[in-house]
């Protein structure tokens, strides 16, 4: 059975930093395309980053663009999402999820594997 569990998620300042980990357990992360999403209350859940299977080649959402590093441990089958700067449009509850190719790397409807997410809030 995969499970993906996504944890780190907490309430930091404006500018502020932090980094999410997704464990995957019954499917092996670097076989697959894995990407973090974020969805906000009322709103579709929207891709943010994600990296492919074996060249490691990575996509991002131009609104994280230079401030949001996504990377993999594929010794901890592991899947992090490192945010810095966080802004007031940052909060939401972000997921992680695997595709079976890297062909709509930030289309959501293409991923499966979703864990139970972990909830951002930024502070005003």
């Not at 309430?11 to 357990?25: E, F, I, K, M, N």
């Not at 894995?34 to 969805?39: A, C, E, M, N, T």
């Not at 992090?80 to 695997?98: F, H, I, K, T, W």
Request: proline share 6%; hydrophobic share 30%.
């Amino acid at each position: 059975q995969v499970q993906f569990v996504e944890s780190g998620g907490g309430l930091v300042q404006p500018g502020g930093s932090l980094t999410l980990s997704c464990t995957a357990s019954g499917l092996t992360l670097s076989s697959r395309a894995v990407g973090w999403f974020r969805q906000a209350p009322g709103n579709q859940r929207e891709g943010v980053a994600c990296i492919s299977s074996r060249a490691g080649t990575l996509v991002y959402a131009d609104s994280v663009k230079g401030r949001f590093s996504i990377s993999r441990n594929d010794s901890h089958n592991t899947l992090y999402l490192q945010m810095n700067n966080l802004r007031p449009e940052d909060p939401a509850v972000y997921y992680c999820g695997s595709a079976p190719g890297f062909y709509h790397p930030l289309d959501s409807s293409f991923f499966t594997n979703w864990g139970q997410g972990t909830q951002v809030p930024v502070s005003s």
